[in-house]
T-cell receptor
Framework: QKEVEQNSGPLSVPEGAIASLNCTYSDRGSQSFFWYRQYSGKSPELIMSIYSNGDKEDGRFTAQLNKASQYVSLLIRDSQPSASATYLCAVLLSGGSYIPTFGRGTSLIVHP | ETGVTQSPTHLIKTRGQQVTLRCSSQSGHNTVSWYQQALGQGPQFIFQYYREEENGRGNFPPRFSGLQFPNYSSELNVNALELDDSALYLC????????????????FGPGTRLTVL
């Protein structure tokens, strides 16, 4: 079983819609969760971090964390074509490690 | 504040050769991690350095080695290159493993695209 799972997509949404990206993880003791955006041919860019259950909002982005169900999601409101990218979920697993484990990413396409 | 930089941006090598990739961490960051990202995959952790000491290693063979220097810049060395080593190599820096719980947010450099022929 992979430690961090994401649907590879692509997830296609129309411009202006809400894009919902999901990530599940296997380590119940995980405490820190990150979302990165990666444009094709570029390096990952940190867009959100979340550490507590519930929602965290930043601009068009909302991260949602549910530790009991072991999932973290990213909502992108009013999606624009410029949001078309791969979104990587990263989880800091328990056990004293400070090394995030990445999912394979979900490809998002926002079409006009 | 200077971000994470990597050099070179692209590199072409042949099988069996050796390669050295370089990374300068973001100002104020003392921890550097290296990742390998194959096409269509998430970054795979190679190793991490904290204050010049290896602080964790992923599932990579010993021909992948590294260094961190007193200024916290870092090198990744790969010996005996194989075709499967072709990938984007990413360096990420973070403020450091202070012993307190995370956040330990990582910031990536632009990456080095390595092609092994």
């Amino acid at each position: 079983q992979k430690e961090v799972e994401q649907n590879s997509g692509p997830l296609s949404v129309p411009e202006g819609a809400i894009a919902s990206l999901n990530c599940t993880y296997s380590d119940r003791g995980s405490q820190s969760f990150f979302w990165y955006r990666q444009y094709s041919g570029k390096s990952p860019e940190l867009i959100m971090s979340i550490y507590s259950n519930g929602d965290k909002e930043d601009g068009r982005f909302t991260a949602q964390l549910n530790k009991a169900s072991q999932y973290v999601s990213l909502l992108i409101r009013d999606s624009q074509p410029s949001a078309s990218a791969t979104y990587l979920c990263a989880v800091l697993l328990s056990g004293g490690s400070y090394i995030p484990t990445f999912g394979r990413g979900t490809s998002l396409i926002v079409h006009p | 504040e200077t971000g994470v930089t990597q050099s070179p941006t692209h590199l072409i090598k042949t099988r069996g050769q050796q390669v050295t990739l370089r990374c300068s961490s973001q100002s104020g960051h003392n921890t550097v991690s290296w990742y390998q990202q194959a096409l269509g995959q998430g970054p795979q952790f190679i190793f991490q350095y904290y204050r010049e000491e290896e602080n964790g290693r992923g599932n990579f063979p010993p021909r992948f080695s590294g260094l961190q220097f007193p200024n916290y810049s870092s090198e990744l060395n790969v010996n005996a290159l194989e075709l499967d080593d072709s990938a984007l190599y990413l360096c990420a820096s973070s403020p450091g493993t202070s012993g307190t719980p995370p956040p330990n947010e990582q910031f990536f450099g632009p990456g080095t695209r390595l092609t092994v022929l």
